[in-house]
Nanobody, 122 residues
Framework: QVQLVESGGGLVQPGGSLSLSCAAS????????IGWFRQFPGKEREGVSC???????VYADSVKGRFTISRDNAKNTGLLQMNSLKPEDSAVYFC????????????????WGQGTPVTVSS
C-alpha cells in the first residue's frame, strides 16, 4: 500500500522547535519530490517547502530562515525541522510526494499524508 505517514507534531511554546517526519511505504521516496504543506482552519492548504530528488529546495517566504527541509533516503523519509516557531505557524502539516515542485505547487502528485497538527502557544 502506497502511503505517507507524518509524525512529530504537537504543542510547543513560541520560539520553540519541532521536527516533523514523513515516512513512506509502498514506494521509494527518493525517486520523488517531497512537499510540505499546511492548512489553517477554514483556509486552503498552502505550500511550505519542497525538496527535489536531487536535493534542491524551495521555501515559502514566511518560513525562510526558520524551517529546513531535508530527506533521508536510507530511511525512506522526509523531514521538516521547524525552529523559532510562531503562533501563526499553528496548522495541520501535510507531506506529499510528486514529480516536481513548480514554486510551491507539487505536480503529478502521487500521494498525500494524513497530516499532523502543530500548535504554537504559550
Amino acid at each position: 500500500q502506497v502511503q505517507l505517514v507524518e509524525s512529530g507534531g504537537g504543542l510547543v511554546q513560541p520560539g520553540g522547535s519541532l521536527s516533523l517526519s514523513c515516512a513512506a511505504s509502498g514506494f521509494t521516496l527518493d525517486d520523488y519530490t517531497i512537499g510540505w504543506f499546511r492548512q489553517f482552519p477554514g483556509k486552503e492548504r498552502e505550500g511550505v517547502s519542497c525538496i527535489s530528488s536531487s536535493g534542491s529546495t524551495v521555501y515559502a517566504d514566511s518560513v525562510k530562515g526558520r524551517f529546513t527541509i531535508s530527506r533521508d533516503n536510507a530511511k525512506n523519509t522526509g523531514l521538516l525541522q521547524m525552529n523559532s516557531l510562531k503562533p501563526e505557524d499553528s496548522a495541520v502539516y501535510f507531506c506529499a510526494a510528486g514529480a516536481f515542485c513548480s514554486g510551491l505547487v507539487l505536480k503529478n502528485l502521487k500521494v498525500w499524508g494524513q497530516g499532523t497538527p502543530v500548535t504554537v502557544s504559550s
